[in-house]
T-cell receptor
């Protein structure tokens, strides 16, 4: 079956603009995660959805970042008033179920965001 | 908070040889999972191997094996018979049993020489 897909693959924007990054998880996966990977670093957790609700958003760096998953499938990460420091690869992952038991997180190819 | 440290920014290995990537972690939890992920230039993060902390036996997946030392909080990855396709960035990661997020190290670039 299809894996996790993310669109766009690359996004270039100007400082101060608004961007939306989309994630399509594997069909039937109830848990969805967003991570941010800055150049030369490992991914850092941003937010975790169980179904439609954000079960853990402790990794969001500030209130310019927001994510939704209105129907429990596709998720959108929204960044307002982008800053050059937001430039990174944004990775999405999904798993069959969430916390409390082992379940593999399957990653998408990421969206590379460049803020000029 | 949990932390994961990979002290080797870059490693090289000759094709068909064996290489070991190091990882240490810090946690106050007694039960957790540890992972090694491979990230090629395509950016797709691929799970290589995982270890449950309650299992004493080291995990093995074909040419990949780990050396898990719980007391020392050490989790190294051994790649045997290295192949050109093994060249990638490798990340060590931690997840608590009751947690959800993965905590990653900074990664090790593995270069394979022919």
């Amino acid at each position: 079956g299809a894996g996790v897909s993310q669109t766009p693959s690359n996004k270039v924007t100007e400082k101060g603009k608004y961007v939306e990054l989309r994630c399509d998880p594997i069909s039937g996966h109830t848990a969805l995660y967003w991570y941010r990977q800055s150049l030369g670093q490992g991914p850092e957790f941003l937010i975790y959805f169980q179904g439609t609700g954000a079960a853990d958003d402790s990794g969001l760096p500030n209130d310019r970042f927001f994510a939704v998953r209105p129907e429990g499938s596709v998720s959108t990460l929204k960044i307002q008033r982008t800053e050059r420091g937001d430039s990174a690869v944004y990775l999405c992952a999904s798993s069959l179920i969430g916390a409390g038991s082992y379940n593999e997180q399957f990653f998408g190819p990421g969206t590379r965001l460049t803020v000029l | 908070a949990q932390t994961v440290t990979q002290s080797q920014p870059e490693m090289s290995v000759q094709e068909a040889e064996t290489v070991t990537l190091s990882c240490t972690y810090d946690t106050s939890e007694s039960d957790y999972y540890l992972f090694w992920y491979k990230q090629p230039p395509s950016r797709q993060m691929i799970l290589v191997i995982r270890q449950e902390a309650y299992k004493q036996q080291n995990a093995t997946e074909n040419r990949f094996s780990v050396n898990f030392q719980k007391a020392a909080k050490s989790f190294s990855l051994k790649i045997s018979d290295s192949q050109l396709g093994d060249a990638a960035m490798y990340f060590c990661a931690y997840r608590g049993v009751y947690g959800n997020k993965l905590v990653f190290g900074a990664g090790t670039i593995l270069r394979v020489k022919s």
